[in-house]
């Protein structure tokens, strides 16, 4: 995920504040995201440690047919 909206593109799903879901008290202020579905390689493993949220089931869905897309599976 990227906070840089302006990397939105065919592989890089643009994700609303809205679709951002934070888990437990909001400790942490969202804003508009970009899931980078081409970097799928790359992880900062203190940040998956540190869970601050979830996606909608419609924001999950986008980042599905991101990866779909860098995977070529359509």
């Known amino acids: 995920m990227s906070t840089k909206v302006n990397k939105a593109n065919a592989y890089r799903n643009a994700i609303p504040v809205g679709e951002l879901i934070p888990e437990g008290a909001p400790t942490y202020q969202f804003k508009d995201s970009v899931a980078l579905c081409d ?3 790359v992880l900062d493993l203190s940040l998956v440690r540190r869970k601050l949220g979830r996606l909608s089931d419609t924001a ?13 599976l359509r």
């Not at 999950?60 to 070529?72: K, Q, S």
Request: no cysteine; net charge neutral.
């Open 39 to 41: 970097h799928i390689r």
């Open 60 to 72: 999950i869905i986008a980042v599905g047919n991101g990866l779909a897309n860098v995977f070529d």
